[in-house]
C-alpha cells in the first residue's frame, strides 16, 4: 500500500481517509465491485459473486482534490 501521496495540483500530502456509503440504517465503507451493475430482484444491486476491493480515499489539505484506490487490504 502506498503510505504517502502528493496532490498532483499543488503538491501538497494528501490525508488518507473514505467516503461513508449510507443504506438502510447502516453506513458502510465505499467498495468497488468489478463487471457491470445489475439490478436485485428484490432492491440495489447483485453483488454476491462479485469481486469486491475496499476503496481508500485521499484528500489535498489544500485544495480539497479526492483520489480513490480499490487495492486489497
Same mark, same amino acid.
Given at each position: 500500500m502506498i503510505d504517502s501521496h502528493e496532490c498532483p495540483r499543488c503538491r501538497k500530502e494528501m490525508n488518507p481517509g473514505y467516503r461513508p456509503d449510507y443504506g438502510y440504517g447502516q453506513v458502510r465503507r465505499e467498495?468497488?465491485?468489478s463487471g457491470k451493475p445489475e439490478r436485485s430482484f428484490w432492491f +440495489?444491486?447483485?453483488t454476491r459473486d462479485l469481486e469486491r476491493?475496499?476503496?481508500v480515499t485521499y484528500r489535498c489539505? +489544500?485544495?480539497g482534490y479526492?483520489?480513490?484506490y480499490a487495492r486489497p487490504e
Open positions: 467498495e468497488w465491485a +440495489g444491486l447483485k476491493l475496499p476503496v489539505p +489544500g485544495c479526492l483520489e480513490s
